[in-house]
């Protein structure tokens, strides 16, 4: 009975899902990580998770796979998956706590939204460019080359996340 139901899980329609589940359930190492501060080994998650950001979307549309699982679950684990290393950063001063508070306070805003629509309010193209430039920063911040080029580009594409989070969350209060 186990083996059929794992089985049916698995099936290739299900295989975006399985791999967003896969991406939420590497938040775990990243966080006794950050804790620990082994941060080449953060980053080295980071890109895998991206990765699996990327190939869980990209198979969701070439399976035409568009679940309403998927809906809810890919963008919270894209929202945890950039929000604890971001919390690190701000606890240790790399990033602004206030400019962190307020993309905390974006996300809430637009997962709040999500909720209330039937189709979950699919991600405008620019929340998608604001996802990148979140993403591109981390990847730089916990490189493990350490080198101030490096942090300043991480804190370049931060700033530049953090414009098109607040744009994008006024392009969504107009839509809503």
């Given at each position: 009975?186990?083996?059929?139901?794992?089985?049916?899980?698995?099936?290739?329609?299900?295989?975006?899902?399985?791999?967003?589940?896969?991406?939420?359930?590497?938040?775990?190492p990243i966080i006794i990580l950050l804790e620990i501060n082994?941060?080449?080994?953060?980053?080295?998650?980071?890109?895998?998770?991206?990765?699996?950001?990327f190939l869980d979307g990209f198979l969701a549309k070439r399976?035409?796979?568009?679940?309403?699982?998927?809906?809810?679950?890919?963008?919270?684990?894209?929202?945890?998956?950039?929000?604890?290393?971001?919390?690190?950063?701000?606890?240790?001063?790399?990033?602004?706590?206030?400019?962190?508070?307020?993309?905390?306070?974006?996300?809430?805003?637009?997962?709040?939204?999500?909720?209330?629509?039937?189709?979950?309010?699919?991600?405008?193209?620019?929340?998608?460019?604001?996802?990148?430039?979140?993403f591109i920063s981390l990847i730089f911040f916990f490189n493990?080359?350490?080198?101030?080029?490096?942090?300043?580009?991480?804190?370049?594409?931060?700033?530049?996340?953090?414009?098109?989070?607040?744009?994008?969350?006024?392009?969504?209060?107009?839509?809503?």
């Amino acid at each position: 009975m186990k083996i059929l139901l794992i089985k049916k899980f698995l099936n290739t329609k299900n295989i975006p899902n399985v791999i967003t589940f896969a991406r939420i359930l590497l938040i775990f190492p990243i966080i006794i990580l950050l804790e620990i501060n082994n941060l080449e080994i953060v980053w080295l998650l980071l890109i895998i998770g991206g990765i699996t950001d990327f190939l869980d979307g990209f198979l969701a549309k070439r399976l035409n796979n568009k679940s309403t699982l998927g809906a809810i679950i890919d963008p919270l684990a894209d929202k945890i998956f950039i929000l604890i290393p971001f919390a690190w950063l701000s606890i240790y001063q790399v990033i602004p706590f206030w400019s962190f508070a307020i993309i905390i306070f974006r996300e809430l805003v637009i997962s709040s939204f999500r909720v209330m629509k039937k189709n979950g309010l699919p991600a405008i193209k620019i929340a998608k460019y604001k996802s990148l430039s979140q993403f591109i920063s981390l990847i730089f911040f916990f490189n493990p080359f350490k080198n101030v080029f490096y942090i300043n580009l991480g804190l370049t594409f931060y700033w530049i996340g953090f414009v098109l989070c607040i744009y994008s969350l006024i392009k969504y209060l107009r839509l809503k």
